[in-house]
Nanobody, 122 residues
């Protein structure tokens, strides 16, 4: 059983930065960040294979967001730079099998955190 707890959301102006954290209990093979804005479908943001560092990004965040892990702390991070109003959403941390990373499909992830809100104002 894996438990995930996110933190680090908040409100920021466009162009600003935030860093999200996700503390995990238990071993994870693939971890990722997903987001869902009101009235929109859930979207994969970034995933990373635990211990390998191989990361995958949605086109909408490439060059602005960086996903990373601290293996010793069993914590996942999402550094978000140059934030845009369209990044406003609830952000969720998720864990799943290794093969789920390249697909970035939320349905493949069995463990989810409670979410943390990110609001970007123009």
């Amino acid at each position: 059983q894996v438990q995930l707890v996110e933190s680090g959301g908040g409100s920021v102006q466009a162009g600003g930065s935030l860093r999200l954290s996700c503390a995990a209990s238990g071993y994870t093979y693939c971890m990722g960040w997903f987001r869902q804005a009101p009235g929109k479908e859930r979207e994969g943001v970034a995933t990373i294979v635990t211990g390998h560092g191989r990361a995958y990004y949605a086109d909408s965040v490439k060059g602005r967001f960086t996903v990373s892990q601290d293996i010793a702390k069993n914590t996942l991070y999402l550094q978000m730079n140059n934030l845009k109003p369209e990044d406003t959403a609830m952000y969720y941390c998720a864990a799943g099998p290794t093969w789920a990373c390249s697909r970035s499909n939320g349905a493949d992830f069995g463990y989810w955190g409670q979410g943390t809100q990110v609001i970007v104002s123009s």
